[in-house]
């Protein structure tokens, strides 16, 4: 019995979070008719932020690597954290050590 309740409690705890994705999902087609076209996504140029290797990771820093490479997001990485492989082209992946010092700055 007490399995089947909290069964019940999660379900409806949930369905607001689904009903909300659901709702804001964009149907194939414009209101004309036409095909939508996936919006063009800021590419990322890691290759101008090499030079912020080595400073301390913090929010004024991640807001200047953002304007330099062109990227849309930024992830920072915190010492021994797995991060998912899936590349995205507007996202800039940026790796600290312990001491928040920046070790690493990639797109992807």
């Not at 964009?26 to 996936?38: A, L, Y």
């Not at 953002?66 to 996202?91: C, F, I, K, Q, S």
Request: overall charge negative; hydrophobic content about 40%.
């Amino acid at each position: 019995m007490k399995h089947a309740f909290a069964s019940l409690a999660l379900s409806a705890l949930c369905l607001p979070a689904l009903a909300a994705c659901a709702a804001t999902t964009q149907p194939p087609f414009d209101e004309d008719g036409n095909p939508r076209v996936r919006e063009e996504t800021a590419m990322c140029n890691a290759d101008a932020a090499q030079d912020m290797i080595g400073e301390r990771a913090t929010q004024e820093v991640g807001t200047r690597l953002l304007e330099m490479t062109g990227a849309r997001t930024l992830r920072w990485v915190p010492p021994d954290t797995v991060v998912t492989m899936d590349y995205r082209p507007d996202r800039l992946t940026v790796t600290y050590d312990g001491d928040y010092m920046i070790e690493r700055i990639t797109c992807g």
